[in-house]
């Protein structure tokens, strides 16, 4: 018993000073970090790839929804390696973007990067975002990221760029192989029940889908089949709310229709379309071919819903329901019946005829992008950091992982990947583990800068098609369409003003314009759901219409938006 | 105070406690009075950059807007504070006290400190947690309740209980009395032992039945403490919640679930105007004390134990 004791005071002590040891030496090395900091910056060209092992590590806060990586990450260390300086990326949590952002604001306590979103203005107000053109001389993958007129746009107002948008460069040309955005989704399985048929309106669309349920009512498992889910949490709400328009056959401003002849904003919210759509939801609602618990789901039920493969169909963002189609697409590894349960798009429209504008071309989103804050203590780091993940090997690591263990290089210098990396990158524990896309700091869409491959295997057009289950090949086949984006009508050309939601998400609740547009949201977050769910829909929509003419100031947002919408005209023609 | 002649006689008798007390008049002036010159953002437009010193002054207008903007949404969201404040009040301290005397009177110990570690373990989970729970519990589809219910055959068809504005209020005041009531009742409790023990032999010699006893001896005993804890939650009221309203309100409820402090967060920090937020969160303060204060003057009136 006694020497039982002995062993054991003995191992702590060892434990106390092999902690003490290895205290000291982390202390001494992020001393030497910080003291290195200003030498390394200022020889900054050089010391790529020349690491040290003096490795930097910043902080980032991005105001989306995201995964963090784990903190071992593989390829987060290789990069870090190379370039010296690796980033620790934190993600929206249980909070809207605007909320998340105004408390830093409020508390002037920032990370070294952040993407602020709509919240960026008040940072800038505040006096808290670098301006960082005053520094981009030494970095030519930053300066050269956008050409002079489109950094002139992102600047807008201001007298020097504090923002660098992450998603806007294209290079060379878009593969077009996925389509990111809005649509009526539907499960392959469903259209495969129903011969692949041509689905064109709101009703052929929602009978499609009764017919399947009424075929299928539950999975293998006994689980009831959910027709179709709407999420409308919060600033997610979108789901429900902003169809309108596309189904009138616009593209997506967002928060109105603009006229293209008059130039002139339209609020979708009161159009016959709109009420058609409600009132469509609301029979299907009846019907129980909408989830009866759908308008009280948070994001986290929706997503969990979604990767049961239950849910034949909803209208959605595609980056918004990502990771329940991922999850679906892991299950699917293991369970057969789930291969048909991943989801398509479809360009719905309110009648025959109208032309479904649901693919656009990326635009430059100029409100939305990565700021160095004055909360950085090494700005010149910072930028070089940027600007070396940038650099095309780097890129490539991040985009596509490293080379023969997540992808192979063929004769023709054209990447691709065996079932088993495809596999792979499908597992979410993976991913976290071994793969650290840096998805939202600047990166170059379309082709890679090797200008052989794609930017990564989602838009290699050959991969991607290899890596389809041989469900949606056989539904891609039946509508004559190898990609997703060949289901819906090519993107025409982005008018001067789109996109239209760049300005009214940076309104704030000060002006008269940002309140009323805040006022409009409140109203319809009440309204909607009881619009959809009411015994008598025309009764509903009578005082959903009072409500919202009498609560918010309608015409005063869309005033402010005629001028908006002309001056980006203006701007686009030379005339500022 | 200064007129007391043996005042400085006093201070030295109880220099060491005058001591002790330092620290925490310093935490509260810290953290409590030094923050109240914040207030003067609520009579600004303020911006970050100017700061409270550069900000222009814009008088009561934030106040005005307050009431006015959206028909009155704000009078709509002190109502749900007001409810939701007032049902945790009355809820909370019945069931504490309820809790408390059946503890009291439970004679196995150590199935009454089994009970009392069980009941009051809830308060240390964070409300994230607890409304999960409570979402769990009443979901539509494989919620607990509806199953519960289906099964007795009280219900038909499963009651999407959050979507309906009526039952909000009741959802938030039942999940808080389950995660506070344990907690809540240790303070009765101990103010139960301290009952002098003489007086239940001498009320059950006179005859007393176990449940004259507690009418006539424990409640008695308790009233000075139940009469202070209820001045100080009084002046909760407005407090009555933040996160489970938050997590578990949506649009169909919104009416019923926003809370002063959601309104703070929404219009205030969400959008950018601070300075409507501080006047929403002003105008909170201000309730409070004067709640406090009538309470504290009722129960003087009434001749009972107040807080000062």
């Known amino acids: 018993m006694k020497n039982y004791k002995k062993v054991i005071t003995f191992s702590m002590a060892a434990l106390l000073v092999m902690g003490m040891v290895s205290c000291g030496g982390d202390s001494g090395s992020g001393d030497s970090d910080s003291g290195s900091g200003g030498s390394n910056a200022a020889s900054s060209t050089e010391s790529a790839g020349g690491a040290t092992g003096e490795i930097k590590e910043f902080t980032a806060f991005h105001a989306v929804p995201g995964t963090e990586i784990d903190s071992d990450n593989e390829v987060q260390q290789i990069i870090a390696e190379k370039i010296g300086a690796k980033c620790k990326d934190t993600w929206l949590v249980g909070q809207t973007a605007a909320e998340a952002m105004g408390v830093r604001i409020a508390g002037g306590d920032y990370t070294d990067f952040v993407t602020a979103g709509a919240a960026l203005p008040q940072m800038v107000d505040a006096g808290t975002a670098v301006a960082i053109d005053e520094y981009w001389d030494d970095y030519p993958n930053i300066k050269n990221f956008y050409t002079e007129a489109q950094w002139n746009a992102i600047k807008g107002e201001w007298d020097h760029v504090y923002l660098m948008p992450q998603f806007g460069k294209r290079y060379m040309y878009d593969t077009g192989t996925i389509h990111n955005d809005e649509a009526f989704w539907i499960q392959t399985r469903v259209l495969k029940d129903q011969d692949y048929p041509k689905l064109e ?179 010149p780091g910072a930028m070089k950091f940027i600007n070396d993940l940038l650099d095309p090997e780097i890129h490539t690591l991040r985009n596509w992982g490293v080379k023969d263990v997540d992808y192979l290089v063929g004769e023709d210098g054209l990447f691709y990947r065996t079932q088993e990396m495809r596999d792979n990158a499908a597992q979410e524990s993976y991913r976290n583990h071994h793969l650290c896309p840096y998805g939202y700091f600047p990166l170059y869409g379309g082709m890679a800068l090797d200008g052989i491959n794609a930017c990564n295997p989602d838009n290699q057009p050959k991969e991607f098609y290899d890596s389809l289950s041989e469900e949606v090949k056989e539904c891609l086949a039946a509508y004559n369409a190898e990609t997703y984006t060949q289901l819906l009508n090519p993107s025409g050309e982005n008018a001067p003003w789109y996109p239209m939601w760049s300005y009214s998400n940076n309104l704030t609740s000060d002006t008269d314009n940002g309140l009323a547009w805040a006022n409009m949201a409140e109203v319809k977050h009440a309204q909607l759901p009881k619009v959809c769910m009411a015994d008598d829909f025309d009764k509903a929509w009578d005082e959903y219409m009072n409500v919202y003419n009498s609560t918010a100031d309608v015409q005063c947002f869309l005033d402010s938006l005629n001028v908006e919408i002309q001056r980006r005209i203006d701007v686009a023609e030379g005339k500022k | 105070m200064f007129k007391d002649p043996d005042f400085l006689k006093k201070v030295k008798n109880q220099k060491v406690l005058i001591l002790l007390s330092i620290p925490f008049v310093i ?99 964070s409300m994230v947690i607890v409304t999960g729970i409570v979402y769990d519990v009443l979901r539509m589809e494989n919620g607990m309740l509806n199953n519960f219910l289906t099964s007795i055959g009280a219900i038909d068809s499963n009651i999407n209980w959050l979507a309906e504005p009526k039952y909000f209020w009741w959802i938030c005041g039942f999940a808080n009395l389950w995660k506070e009531t344990g907690w809540n009742s240790i303070i009765y409790l101990a103010a139960i032992t301290s009952i002098n023990p003489d007086l239940y032999e001498a009320a059950s010699i006179d005859g007393a039945g176990r449940l004259s006893r507690i009418w006539h001896i424990t409640l008695p005993g308790l009233k000075p403490t139940i009469i202070i804890l209820l001045i100080m939650n009084v002046g909760n009221v407005l407090n009555a919640g933040f996160e489970i309203q938050y997590m578990l309100g949506n649009g169909l409820v919104q009416e019923v679930s926003q809370t002063i402090d959601i309104y703070v967060l929404k219009y205030g920090i969400g959008k950018g105007n601070y300075s409507l937020g501080t006047a929403a969160g002003i105008f909170k303060s201000v309730v409070s004390i004067i709640l406090i204060w009538a309470s504290n003057f009722a129960a003087k009136r009434m001749g009972e134990e107040s807080l000062y």
């Not at chain 1, 609602?285 to 989830?291: M, N, V």
């Not at chain 2, 810290?30 to 207030?39: S, T």
């Open chain 1, 201 to 379: 309106t709101l009703d052929e669309y929602f009978d499609c889908i009764e017919k399947f349920i009424e075929k299928h009512p539950t999975m293998e498992d006994g689980t009831p089949n959910i027709g179709y889910s709407i999420l409308c949490e919060d600033w997610r709400y979108f789901c429900l709310e902003n169809a309108p328009f596309f189904l009138d056959g616009y593209p997506n401003d967002g928060c109105c229709i603009v006229d293209e002849t008059t130039h002139k904003a339209i609020d979708y919210n009161t159009t016959p379309t709109a009420k058609k759509y409600f009132k469509k939801l609301n029979e299907e609602y009846k019907k129980g071919i909408i989830d009866p618990e759908t308008f009280t789901m948070n994001y986290d039920t929706y997503i969990s819903k979604l990767s049961t493969g239950r849910v034949c169909g909803m209208c959605d963002q595609h980056w918004d329901f990502n990771d329940g189609e991922l999850a679906i697409k892991q299950e699917a590894l293991n369970k057969a019946e789930l291969k048909g349960c991943t989801y398509v798009p479809q360009g719905i429209v309110i009648e025959k005829g109208i032309k479904e504008r649901y693919h656009s071309d990326a635009a430059l989103d100029v409100s939305n992008g990565i700021t160095i804050t004055t909360s950085c203590k090494d700005i």
């Open chain 2, 27 to 125: 935490y509260v002036l810290i953290f409590c009075y030094v923050p109240l010159f914040g207030w003067i953002m609520a009579f600004q437009k303020y911006k970050p950059k100017t700061g409270i010193l550069h900000s222009e002054f814009v008088g009561l207008s934030n106040f005005k807007f307050l009431f006015t903007n959206a028909n009155g949404m704000f009078i709509n969201v002190i109502r749900n504070t007001v409810a939701m404040g007032l049902i945790n009040l009355v809820l909370g301290t019945i069931f504490a006290i309820g809790f408390a005397i059946l503890l009291s009177e439970f004679r196995f110990t150590t199935g009454k400190k089994v009970i009392q570690t069980i009941s009051y373990l809830p308060h240390f989970l």
